[in-house]
């Protein structure tokens, strides 16, 4: 699961300021200096270690590899989640947070070492020239995608807007290959889909938090009030399942979507001036109605914020499997034209103060799936507390992941059909009543 997204903190510049006032006052007084002098005596060792491998190595290594590796080491051995960004891999984190980029406009997998289309986005270059789900794409640019990983032919299809680009397709009901040529567009990734289930609920799937989140939410919960009716509109079902996270600010607004009131989220660091605590505004987009709310092994980060404060507050009824149990924030700190640091700085807490690091949210009401026999035991995730080197919780009993499957037919998605059936059981105001989580 080290695909889990990032809780991110406040602007990253801020936070950088943040970092280097709190070591200024930590460098002083006598017992500072003394911790000071030893750490210059490691650093020193630090120096030799580095010139001996320079120097002496079997190869002549690069020596901005050997620095960057020194201090991904150094992070890496904090927690799970903190780390060390070259420039790129900030880029990239970046576009995926900022939620829209120079492309085609395609959702792509691998399959059998192939790269295959799932489905064009609407109203892109790749919808416009024709691309269809299950498309093989087997060259780009006249380079042949066979040997690429997943990312890099992804890196490849995305570049600079109105810049051209050059596909070879596979398609079963074409004999020849198919070439299409497209122009790059400002592509907005999609972190919130909806629609109607049983003709009466509302049903919107969250699998992101970038920037675009809370406003997509926004505009789904207004597309299917107009298309159900409000009179006739039972509840929503607010699907977060194998949701990694994302961006804070964007969990604290859905949150606040659905609250008039109260605490939703509260940060706490090293020192206690630290703490920051954020709370619900007036205003609940869902004007009251039920909600419930899936979750499964896969449901991490800034997901369990969400479905955390709505059950605190009974707000929702949480739904499906026991979350993943990421209970930490990472900072993002700049490091000039040099990457990037992310560095967990703190714990979060749900309003009634409990923290699920390394244990979870557990449902309401667990709802469990029926796996394929040949996924059995592969559906499970790790969780939290199966990570190595992840942050320990005193006195707290740990919890490992739970099943992280959805069945591609919604037909046989046992956990959204409980979750319509509840809404449909129920008289307004009823998915505020919990009933005690099952145990597993």
């Known amino acids: ?36 002098a030893e750490t210059y005596r490691q650093l020193s060792l630090f120096g030799d270690v580095f010139e001996k491998v320079r120097t002496d190595y079997v190869e002549k290594p690069e020596e901005s590899k050997l620095i960057e590796s ?9 927690d799970p989640h903190s780390s060390y960004m070259d420039a790129k891999a900030f880029r990239d984190m970046q576009t995926t947070t900022k939620g829209e980029f120079g492309g085609l406009g395609i959702e792509v997998t691998m399959e059998d ?11 892109t270059p790749a919808s416009k020239a024709g691309l269809l789900a299950n498309d093989i794409i087997t060259q780009i640019d006249d380079d042949q995608v ?59 799937r969250l699998t992101q938090f970038n920037e675009q989140t809370f406003e997509g939410l926004k505009t789904a919960i207004d597309k299917l009030q107009t298309e159900i009716g ?23 607004m859905v949150s606040d979507a659905f609250l008039d009131r109260g605490e939703i989220v509260s940060t706490r660091g090293r020192n206690p001036d630290e703490t920051q605590r954020f709370s619900a505004k007036a205003g609940d987009l869902a004007k009251g109605k039920p909600i419930v709310v899936l979750v499964n092994g896969g449901a991490a980060s800034a997901s369990e914020i969400v479905a955390g404060a709505l059950q605190d507050h009974k707000r929702a009824t949480i739904m499906g499997t026991r979350s993943f149990g990421k209970g930490s924030v990472q900072s993002i700190i ?16 749900t309003p009634s103060g409990r923290s699920i690091q390394a244990k979870g949210i557990e449902p309401d009401q667990e709802v469990l799936q029926d796996v394929p026999d040949d996924l059995k035991g592969k559906d499970e995730t790790k969780g939290e507390a199966g990570l190595k080197g992840h942050l320990k919780q005193k006195d707290t009993e740990e919890r490992g992941g739970s099943s992280a499957y959805i069945p591609p037919d919604p037909a046989k998605d046992k956990q959204l059909i409980a979750a319509v059936d509840f809404l449909h059981g129920i008289q307004k105001g009823a998915a505020n009543v919990t009933k005690p989580a099952t145990q597993n």
């Open 1 to 36: 699961m080290r695909k889990v997204s990032l809780v991110l903190l406040g602007a990253a510049l801020g936070i950088g300021a943040s970092a280097l006032s709190t070591q200024t006052q930590l460098l002083s007084g006598t017992s500072a200096v003394a911790a000071s």
């Open 70 to 78: 020194a201090v991904n080491g150094m992070l890496t051995s904090l």
């Open 113 to 123: 070492g192939l790269i295959k289309v799932v489905s064009p986005i609407d109203d």
């Open 146 to 204: 066979q040997g690429l990983t997943l990312n890099q032919a992804v890196d490849k299809m995305r570049g600079p807007v109105n810049s051209p680009v050059r596909l070879k397709i596979s398609r079963k009901e074409a004999k020849d290959p198919i070439d299409v040529t497209l122009n790059r567009d400002i592509i907005k990734i999609r972190p919130v889909r909806s629609k109607v289930e049983g003709g009466d609920i509302g049903y919107v």
């Open 230 to 252: 409000n009179d006739k509109l039972k509840g929503y079902v607010v699907d977060l399942r194998n949701n990694p996270g994302g961006l804070l600010d964007q969990a604290v």
């Open 334 to 349: 700049p490091l000039g034209g040099q990457g990037a640091l992310r560095l967990t700085t703190a714990r979060y807490y």
